[in-house]
């Protein structure tokens, strides 16, 4: 065990893959001789050369249709998005071509996009978004998005083996925010929810950064006893982890840093709406960003970022209800 | 090094006999034969409501896939356009699970999950396109990158057309192939139209000349002499193997069929169709070949005998099992990768082929 952050974690299982397996390839923006925008592959082009830690042409469709085709021959391509918001510019090779190619033909395309998402620090528009909901949207692509240093690890890990692409969500204001002890070596951490601290008089569903918020928020709720359920992964969505959460705490609270609309949270609340019902003592009550772009200036961004006050809120209010 | 001129078949003529054997030159013309065919029987079942959506053919380009596809080794891996389905019979898919392609059936090479020549047989190296024409070209970059990684003596091979060419993905793999110097073949088949658009409206510089721009050579190839298509494809592959690139091959031809079975092409002069018609391809071989004594009656019945039984064979063939339509999605065993193909030219009996180091 080691005491690591989030970065540092998402840092060892890189390398520790690369150490492991010849097949694995990382790809992206100024990751080599750099080592990344948040320096996250800082060092790794000493260690393992750049042919495997490579730096590419700014260009995203590029790094996903290049790792499509390396991944086909049978390589492990990790590309590196430089921030989540880019992948637009690569979002028809990772969903028209990445995601429907195992339905279509029977091909496996085993990569992992690594995502750096998520706002509060006054990224702006282009800097801070949550994109995870696009490609829940697509079927063929696999979801995760950690909250912790041990399961960014974990997590990676399962992805990089997974036989599918994966879209790896790691949330920027996480990197070197958080931190906790972290197993030595490979292991996999499954694509399933983690009970981040049980509980009985209700449920907060979430997932990335917002579980930080959720557990603040809910740490001392005038003596409620508040369960958080770190969802982890996305698609897969496991649903007998939240149906049992609802069945538990009878009240549920979902809350999405994305923007509401169609986001993982709308997903969950659908899910509960149609065989959770029976448990509920309450409203289903959402907490997300509205549907607007992320705004630059720190007061705008607080304003619409779910935040402990408004979480808080949210759960006193369906604790009364 | 850039031709504009398509008038370099002569050239290409006398360098492909060096390496091509009489029975490779009966093989070119058979896999147009088949492809030929086999498009022009199932545009008759689309007709008889046998095929569902639409109906895509490559009727008179026959020679760009046949005589490119032709030059490829087992283990090279090729992106194979929708017009191109001469690839597809050089590699080894039968006509009768390409007749259950097009009619949705369950031995169709997607087994019902996508349509028309959108197919790609994996066991055999083949990487089927999607609707967005030039994305392929960056899966094309990205195997000729793995390749060049392993240090592997192999190359990639894709398809696109004139239309591709103004999107991005264009761009993006040219330059990257290029940055890299990366074993690829591109081959630009330039038929004259993307849909209705015709080449004027597309670019303002013809695309083969972009390739010096991204530092490396392109070729221009009359694109309805499959002999010439083998040489050019054949030479870009050594190029490739042997650490000198991708190149861009543009194989001009002609469109002669509407851009699929709805559109009856009347944006389309008249003269240029007639003008075309008598640069047919399937012809031009049949023409050599017949003044070598080679009975080309007798190779066209045997090849209607095989498109006949292979119909039927489809035909007889159950349709994709809707129990299964919401499988399949993800991978949930091991991540095989592609396979490798036929490859029935001569030249690949003789040569010793190391591959993977």
Known sequence: ?321 | MVATETAESAAGESGALAHLALEDRIWLLRAMLLMRGIEDRAMTLYRQGRVPGSFYDGFGQEAVSAGAAFAMAPEDRLCILHRDLAAHIIRGVTPARIFAQYMGREIGVTRGRDGNVHFGDRTLGCVGMVSMLPDMMLVATGMAMAFKLRGERRCAMTWFGDGSTSRGDFHEAMNWAGVQKLPVVFVLENNQYAYSTPLDKQFAVNPVARAAAYGFGGVTVDGNDVEAMFEAAREARERAISGGGPTLIEAVTMRMHGHAAHDDMKYVPKEQVEEWRKRDPIERQESRLRALGVDIDGLRSAIRAEIDAAAEEALAAPMADPSTAAEGAFCTGPAEPLGDGLAPWSGFNSLATPVVS
């Open chain 1, 1 to 321: 065990m080691a005491a690591l952050t989030y970065l540092q974690a998402i840092s060892a299982a890189l390398r520790d893959e690369l150490r492991s397996d010849e097949r694995v390839l990382l790809m992206g923006e100024d990751i080599g001789v750099f080592g990344g925008a948040f320096k996250v592959t800082d060092g790794f082009i000493d260690e393992f050369g750049g042919d495997r830690v490579m730096d590419t042409p700014l260009a995203e469709s590029a790094i996903i249709g290049t790792a499509i085709g390396a991944a086909v021959v049978g390589m492990r391509p990790v590309c590196e998005m430089q921030f989540a918001d880019f992948i637009s510019c690569g979002f028809d090779q990772l969903v028209n071509v990445a995601a429907k190619m195992h339905y279509r033909q029977g091909l496996a395309v085993p990569i992992t996009v690594r995502l750096p998402s998520g706002g509060g620090f006054s990224g702006g528009p282009f800097h801070s978004q949550n994109p995870e909901a696009w490609f829940m949207h697509a079927p063929g692509i696999k979801v995760v998005a950690p909250s912790t240093a041990e399961d960014a690890k974990g997590l990676l890990h399962t992805a990089i083996h997974d036989p599918n692409p994966v879209c790896f969500m790691e949330h920027k204001h996480l990197y070197r925010r958080i931190k906790g002890e972290v197993p030595d070596g490979i292991f996999e951490t499954p694509l399933t929810a983690r009970v981040a601290r049980p509980g009985s008089d209700l449920a907060v569903i979430t997932y990335g950064a917002m579980v930080h918020v959720a557990l603040e928020a809910t740490d001392d709720l005038d003596g409620a006893s508040v369960e958080v359920l770190d969802l982890r992964s996305l698609v897969p969505l496991d649903e007998a982890a939240i149906l049992d959460s609802v069945a538990r705490c009878s009240k549920v609270v979902i809350v999405d840093e994305a923007n509401a609309t169609c986001a993982a949270g709308a997903q969950v609340a659908a899910l509960i709406a149609e065989r959770g019902f029976e448990d509920l003592d309450g409203p289903v009550v959402r907490v997300a960003t509205p549907n607007v772009p992320i705004p630059f200036s720190p007061p705008l961004e607080q304003a619409v970022l779910p935040n402990v006050e408004r979480v808080r809120e949210a759960c006193r209010e369906l604790l009364a209800y």
